[in-house]
């Protein structure tokens, strides 16, 4: 079974960076998806950026682009990172990090469409 661990939440000044890493070990399969997700207090969960490794696409969210970049670490296999740049109050949320083990028909980054979740890291991001 897949193990997801994130590292990296905390505080930080609107304005500022962190770097949320996760990784993730008992793959199965050759191809997967590695990505982060984020849930405010009272707001649905929404897919922040995602990988797929079978054809290197990312995705990002509208609200996230430009400021975030996810990437992996060749050296660490299946590890990736978040980089968070330009932090807004509105930033602040826990973030999750989740996979799917193989391929899959649900579009990159789609909620439904994760096999596996980390536990969540929290960052907030001050004003």
């Known amino acids: 079974e897949v193990q997801l661990v994130e590292s990296g939440g905390g505080l930080v000044q609107a304005g500022g960076s962190l770097r949320l890493s996760c990784a993730a070990s008992?793959?199965?399969?050759?191809?997967?998806?590695l990505g982060w997700f984020r849930q405010a207090p009272g707001k649905e969960r929404e897919g922040v950026s995602c990988?797929?490794?079978?054809?290197?696409?990312?995705?990002y969210a509208d609200s996230v682009k430009g400021r975030f970049t996810i990437s992996s670490d060749n050296a660490k296999k299946n590890t990736v990172y978040l980089q968070m740049n330009s932090l807004k109050p509105e930033d602040t949320a826990v973030y999750y990090c989740?996979?799917?083990?193989?391929?899959?028909?649900?579009?990159?980054?789609?909620?439904?469409?994760?096999?596996?979740w980390g536990k969540g890291t929290l960052v907030t991001v001050s004003s």
């Open positions: 989740a996979a799917v083990d193989g391929g899959s028909y649900y579009p990159l980054c789609d909620l439904y469409g994760m096999d596996y």
């Open positions: 008992g793959f199965t399969f050759d191809v997967y998806t």
């Open positions: 990988f797929s490794s079978s054809d290197g696409n990312t995705y």
